[in-house]
């Protein structure tokens, strides 16, 4: 009789994971993966499939050290402008391919944060769930009252393991900086310290729950924007019960097409949804991968995840007009004065373009 193998637990999902043994984890993956680099570059293979080989190793092991590496990737999936195109293609399956945690622990949370039994709180509640992504994951419920609700439940032990990555992606950035020419172009620690902030943001429910708010009082007037409604009293810093509001994702553009919506229409309403963001609200959604966005059936653009927003201040009006003009102009010094004004550029003493 053949029994089922039990699949072996990911590194993260350690019970107990010291510093020492998270930073030998981390420094192994960092080192092996500088070392394919150095090697391939040795040797020269540059060869489509082995830069495939090396992306698809690189998403494994993402996936082992767990969400705040898997926050990197998927950042990083969008990033054709500095990463070979075999790893963007597989960095973008890290929006779907986290693999979910129990539907017992999951259980255990939502009454511990909600101080009730689950069907004392909701009248269905399905265990399966409809998504998982690095920070949580997502079910299907019905409330009492009938109305359809997503319940997203925090993954377990987040906060602790992001205090003991802190701690190894820090000596990981300061070793590169010792050791590696490349390292002291960037502003490693301007993109360290946002990068955690926005982090522990995001496993703030609470927060991202008035996140949506805000955002929905901004598109209150644009019925092309729907935002789901956030139930207050099924929410905490773990728990967040939303709206049921199914969609196509927005990168589906056979289901889309066969669906008869029109794609340019879409693709001109996220210009103009991302436009006012940036431009009149000043408050924008800063993770706009597929997972986070659908399409309705009439075309209209959902939002679905408010954990990581940025704010920026916002323009006078006179300032877009001199912006708009001067990116048409092609006038460099008056666009760059208005992106320092808005906080999307550091000043610095130098300001000429790299290569001018």
């Not at 949370?109 to 399905?126: A, K, Q, T, V």
């Not at 079910?139 to 987040?158: F, M, Y």
């Not at 609470?206 to 929410?235: C, H, L, M, Q």
Request: charged letters at 25%.
């Amino acid at each position: 009789m053949l029994t089922q193998k039990t699949p072996k637990p990911l590194r993260w999902q350690r019970s107990k994971y010291s510093p020492l043994t998270r930073q030998i984890d981390v420094f192994s993956a960092a080192g092996t993966f500088l070392f394919y680099l150095w090697w391939d570059r040795l040797w020269g293979n540059n060869a489509s499939a082995t830069k495939q080989k090396r992306a698809k190793w690189l998403i494994q092991t993402m996936l082992d050290l767990g969400p705040t590496f898997i926050k990197i990737g998927q950042a990083l999936s969008t990033r054709a402008d500095i990463l070979p195109l075999e790893y963007v293609a597989e960095l973008e399956k890290l929006q779907d391919k986290v693999p979910p945690f129990s539907a017992d622990r999951a259980v255990a949370i939502i009454e511990s944060e909600l101080g009730n039994s689950l069907f004392s709180l909701y009248r269905e509640f399905n265990e399966r769930p409809l998504a998982a992504a690095s920070l949580g994951q997502v079910h299907r419920a019905k409330l009492h009252t009938g109305e359809q609700v997503i319940v997203k439940v925090q993954r377990p032990g987040l906060k602790e393991l992001f205090d003991l990555d802190m701690q190894a992606v820090r000596r990981v950035m300061r070793f590169c900086q010792r050791s590696f020419a490349w390292a002291r172009l960037y502003d490693l620690d301007a993109i360290y310290n946002e990068f955690f902030m926005i982090l522990y943001q995001e496993i703030d429910y609470i927060k991202e729950g008035k996140n949506a708010d805000r955002f929905r009082d901004n598109f209150d007037n644009y019925s092309g924007i729907i935002v789901p409604k956030v139930y207050w009293e099924y929410t905490t810093h773990k728990v967040l019960t939303l709206e049921y509001l199914p969609g196509i994702k927005v990168d589906d553009r056979k289901t889309l097409q066969a669906c008869g919506v029109d794609i340019k229409r879409v693709n001109q309403l996220g210009i103009c949804c991302y436009l006012k963001q940036i431009l009149q609200d000043g408050f924008f959604q800063a993770d706009p991968h597929p997972g986070n966005i659908a399409v309705s059936s009439n075309g209209s653009l959902i939002f679905y995840d408010f954990g990581m927003m940025a704010e920026i201040k916002a323009l006078a009006k006179d300032q877009m007009i001199r912006s708009f003009f001067a990116v048409m102009r092609k006038d460099v010094d008056v666009v760059i004065d208005t992106l320092i004004d808005i906080g999307l550029v550091e000043p610095m003493s130098d300001m000429t373009p790299c290569g001018a």
